[in-house]
């Protein structure tokens, strides 16, 4: 009787144990299946120049929403975001932060993110990685990178067609590889039709400092130059408004700005009047791109380990669709350039040997 009553007590026991190991077990997977993101995340890491710098940054942060708008996502940590770099030092901490909130895929947007994201994918290989504008040898990054030195050809015509001084000027922001491409494509469509036009070079150091930018503005405009290109991010603003304030105290003075990466119309434009100095803009689709890699990431085509390049033949470059100041001439001369471009019959300088060679 005693083994029957302790028999039945065990099996008692037993089965409570697995009824709520069982309830246990389901508890922990219901739990897993709530936290498990459903969502492909994606976040970016602008450079120094800001996520508003009307520019380079700002069209890769469009990409980047055009991409969560199309996918129903929304800003966040769940969705698409950015952290802001104040300086260079702030890449690692803020490449490091979205690891771990488990972005899918995060960006670097510059060249001079190219060490901090070569790190953190080397410490992260399950991580996704994209850079803008550099390359990084890793199966987990994808390198984008664009053809600058076309675009920059076809600005170049336009500022040989424009110029009455025969001064033309390049501002460069800090002087890199990425950035030769832009000065070497736009001397090279200079020169291209006008071999007479001088094209003064310079280089602020910053792509952040607008008043670097002001004063080598101003420096080039009093020596006689009348269109400046400028390939300087934020540090481009003050070119803008050094130009506007000659141009508003001396309406007939013929002073230019080339915008570049975004179409930079509206930063031309001089308030209470009709006048806007931006001749036009060579507009980098930085944007396409982020959104391509993007989706091509979410679908699980994502290109690591791969340069993925975008030129005038994959409307990665071209000229700003606002043509306002430009002549029906100059827009000839231009889709002119851009088929002999295309077609090969003109290969564009990206290097100054090559250019030097070109010329």
């Not at 080339?258 to 009709?274: F, H, P, R, Y």
Request: aromatic content about 8%; glycine content about 10%; some cysteine.
């Amino acid at each position: 009787m005693k083994k029957r009553k302790f028999g039945l007590a065990l099996s008692l026991v037993l089965a409570a144990s697995t009824i709520m190991g069982a309830c246990g077990n389901g508890d922990d997977k219901s739990k897993g299946d709530s936290d498990k993101k459903n969502n492909f995340t994606v976040a970016m890491v602008p450079d120094t120049g800001g996520i508003d710098d009307k520019s380079f940054n700002q069209s890769a942060w469009e990409g980047l929403q055009a991409f969560g708008k199309d996918n129903g996502l929304e800003k966040g940590k769940d969705g698409f975001n950015y952290l802001q770099s104040e300086s260079d030092a702030d890449y690692t901490t803020n490449l490091n932060k979205l690891v771990r909130q488990h972005y899918d895929l995060i960006y670097g947007v510059g060249f001079t993110m190219e060490e901090p994201i070569k790190e953190a994918a080397a410490q992260n290989p399950d991580t996704n990685f994209a850079i803008v504008d550099a390359v990084v040898e890793a199966d987990n990054v994808a390198s984008i990178m664009f053809k600058e030195n076309e675009g920059s050809f076809l600005v170049g015509v336009i500022a040989a067609m424009k110029t009455k001084s025969n001064k033309i000027g390049f501002i460069g922001g800090i002087e890199s590889e990425i950035i030769k491409k832009f000065e070497t494509g736009f001397i090279a469509g200079v020169k291209s039709v006008n071999p007479k036009a001088e094209v003064q070079v310079k280089y602020t150091g910053s792509f952040s400092d607008a008043s670097l930018g002001k004063a080598t503005a101003e420096a080039m405009y009093k020596s006689g130059v009348d269109v400046i290109y400028h390939a300087a991010g934020n540090s481009g603003n003050g070119i803008f408004t050094e130009a506007k304030n000659i141009k508003k105290n001396d309406p007939d003075k013929d002073v230019w700005v080339i915008g570049v990466d975004k179409d930079q119309a509206n930063e031309g434009k001089i308030a209470g009047t009709d006048m806007n100095i931006t001749l036009t803009s060579m507009i980098k689709r930085v944007d396409l791109a982020v959104q391509q890699v993007s989706t091509d990431a979410k679908e699980g085509k994502f290109p690591g380990g791969q340069i993925v390049e975008f030129g005038l033949a994959k409307d990665g470059v071209d000229i700003s669709p606002t043509t306002d100041n430009l002549t029906d001439e100059m827009i000839k001369a231009v889709n002119e350039y851009k088929d002999k471009i295309k077609n090969g019959e003109i290969k564009v300088p990206s290097t100054q040997k090559e250019l030097d060679a070109f010329l």
